[in-house]
């Protein structure tokens, strides 16, 4: 196998062993995405399979001795020059080089994102868990005041500078 086709076939062999699949599945809430993320596994398993059988053998040999008996020696050893003389250019990757700082600048954006949000979802979860523990729909206002002291001194103090609000 040329270099090239070898380096693309590791490649994607590489690419398949380090996809988390089962954690990317998780994050799927509509059984639409489902059906999509799951036609898209099996396409990059069939593709990548594709590539690890066709691309990753050697080409059988060409037996030229054969072609001599049926053809004619002076043809085939034309054949057969031209065959060896074949060059396949080297894959030189001017593609990633380029891209890849700006993939590692989303990385970092991501994981700042993914902080963010987490520490949002916190906050959430927390003033949930304060309101359920509240049960508003029974309290007096005294109880919600003695709760939350700040907004009694701020509505004793509306009152008293006679600021109603309008």
């Not at 509509?30 to 990059?44: G, Q, V």
């Amino acid at each position: 196998m040329s270099g090239a086709g070898k380096k693309v076939v590791d490649v994607a062999f590489k690419a398949g062993k380090s996809i988390d699949w089962e954690g990317m599945a998780k994050l799927l809430v509509s059984d639409e995405a489902r059906k999509e993320f799951a036609t898209l596994r099996r396409t990059f398993d069939e593709v990548n399979s594709t590539l690890q059988t066709k691309f990753s053998q050697e080409p059988e040999p060409i037996d030229w001795e054969y072609y001599r008996k049926g053809i004619g020696s002076r043809l085939v050893d034309m054949y057969k020059e031209a065959y060896e003389s074949v060059e396949i250019p080297k894959f030189v990757d001017t593609v990633t080089p380029q891209f890849k700082p700006k993939f590692d600048a989303l990385l970092v954006e991501l994981k700042e994102a993914e902080e963010k949000s987490l520490k949002e979802s916190e906050r959430l979860e927390k003033e949930i868990a304060d309101v359920q523990e509240l049960k508003i729909s029974t309290m007096t206002a005294d109880e919600y005041f003695e709760k939350h002291p700040e907004l009694k001194k701020k509505f004793d103090d509306e009152i008293r500078n006679d600021n109603w609000g309008y």
